[in-house]
């Protein structure tokens, strides 16, 4: 029981941190659209990962120059007929041996490919860095068009709405007209009716619209969809002239400021150092190499002087009392094993030299590897001025969409103007009884059909010119 009490007095306590929390989040702008699409694109976040790859490259390309240093220990166990390290003859018995050694060499000339791969591999990582901000543009172009596709949508609803209301009004008034006898044409009502309900079916058709847009960009951020979610709104209303530059001005400026090109770019210079450093196999590789060596082995012993004795040495001289035996003084010696410290200390060598090796023959793989380098160039060459081409012609198609949306759009915004006119006599003299209902609702389905077309034509406007702006590297919400 009290522990059902404790979980409804924090449930009522933490209620009202859930309702703003969940308040603040059914409202997004751009920018945090924008935010929160580039943390969860996918393609974003593998562009960054090969980043931080080529940049890993990069720093291994400048270790190359640095001396390679390597220690080896073996140890093992010999059994039967082996050969002592210690004294290099036979023996037929177990013994432990050990080697230990320290060797270290640094390459001092390899047909400069060290410093070529260096270039090479840091032209890559900057290549990967503007894939990385390009895949970034990519998301914030398709956010920014699908957050103004949704804000049309919210604009054409709410226009569908001023429709459906007026529709509803003329209904509402010749009904009562119809009740009191006092409408003069019958069809009227009926025509009025078939208007109202094709006004609800727009309606129904925006409301569709609107969520399907909204599930498209929610889609686009990587993030379930929410039916409550609204999108503050931008400014798209100050339409009152396009861009001052020209396409080609603005193709120029592309191929300078574009993370694309750039990317393009920075690749094919990377090939051409990557052919540099194929050519670089070929001329010898001049290393100073060195190291320091010792080892043990169990069967290393040494003499120990134990005592002295007097031996006959099997030889006799004459003498005036007869033959005498020849005595001399032998040492007397035990082999006792050498300690394993003992032998690390007096087993050390060092070495140092240097080293040149000359390719001669390797199965022609060396000028194989040129050929494929060249090759590579090749494509990359073709890549970098497809990317360039491909520039040209996008820009020239956003420039002529953006020219015929603005031209559109200033032919709408008359074509409201006089359509709006021409619905308010159509309505008076409707309401006075002078005009049939089918002038009536023509007049309103034109003003109906520009309204709808001079909303499109002013989102599509807005969308160009910041297509223009992003190919111009200027960006901005």
Known sequence: ?????????????????????????????????????????????????????????????????????????????????????????????????????????????????????????????????????????????????????VLDNNELLSQAKKQLAVAKQQVDRLEILEKKGANKTPSDLYDLKGTYGDNQLSYVNAVSTLETSKLNLLQILNIPYRRGITLAPVDAQNLSKQTDASSETIYSTALNQLALVKAATLRRKSAEKAVSVAKGVLYPTVSLFGGIYTNYSSAAQRSVFRDSSVVNTGQY????????????????????????????????????????????????????????????????????????????????????????????FNALQEQVKAYAESFRIAEIRFNAGVLNSVDYVLAKNYLDRANFNLINARYDCYIYNKILDYYQGRLSL
């Open 317 to 408: 001289i004459n003498t005036a009392a007869g033959q005498q035996p020849v005595l001399s003084t032998q040492a007397n010696f035990d082999n006792r094993s050498i300690g394993y410290y003992d032998q690390f200390k007096n087993n050390y060598s060092t070495q140092v030299g240097i080293s040149v090796r000359i390719p001669i023959l390797n199965y022609f793989q060396n000028r194989n590897k040129v050929a494929k380098a060249k090759l590579d160039l090749e494509t990359y060459k073709a890549v970098e001025e497809n990317t360039r081409i491909k520039l040209r012609q996008d820009v020239e198609q956003a420039y002529l969409n953006m020219e015929s949306a603005y031209n559109r």
């Open 1 to 149: 029981m009290r522990y059902s009490k404790f979980l409804l007095v924090t449930l009522i306590a933490l209620s009202p941190a859930v309702v703003k929390a969940q308040t603040a989040d059914s409202v997004l702008n751009l920018q945090q659209c924008i935010d929160i699409a580039i943390k969860n694109n996918l393609d974003v976040k593998k562009s960054n990962i090969l980043a931080q790859s080529a940049k890993i490259d990069n720093n291994q390309a400048k270790e190359y120059l640095l001396p390679s240093v390597n220690a080896q220990v073996d140890h093992g166990i010999n059994n039967g007929r082996n050969i002592n390290p210690f004294t290099n003859t036979y023996v037929n018995q177990s013994l432990t041996y050990g080697n230990y050694s320290l060797s270290g060499d640094l390459t001092l000339f390899s047909g400069l490919q060290n410093l070529n791969r260096i270039k090479q591999a840091s032209l890559a990582y900057e290549a990967g860095k503007m894939d990385f901000q390009q895949a970034k543009d990519l998301v914030t172009i398709n956010v920014i068009t699908a957050y103004l596709q």
